[in-house]
């Protein structure tokens, strides 16, 4: 599915741009592309995966608090 902006009349091409990124980062499409940049073998795949996971666990808890 391919992302489109369109130009809106007498917008400047900066702030089309602007949109476009911000799209891109809501769609999750550049970290997408960074995290496929490089191989990432399985088990750091989990790691890495797991490292998040009690990451978020461990703010949740504070903030229950």
Do not use: W
């Amino acid at each position: 599915m391919p992302i489109e902006i369109k130009i809106r009349k007498s917008e400047p091409v900066e702030r089309a741009l602007r949109r476009l990124k911000k799209k891109l980062e809501r769609e999750n499409v550049i970290k997408g592309v960074r995290a496929k940049r490089y191989f990432e073998k399985p088990c750091d795949k989990k790691r890495r995966k797991n490292k998040v996971m009690a990451f978020t666990q461990m703010l949740r808890d504070r903030h229950q608090s």
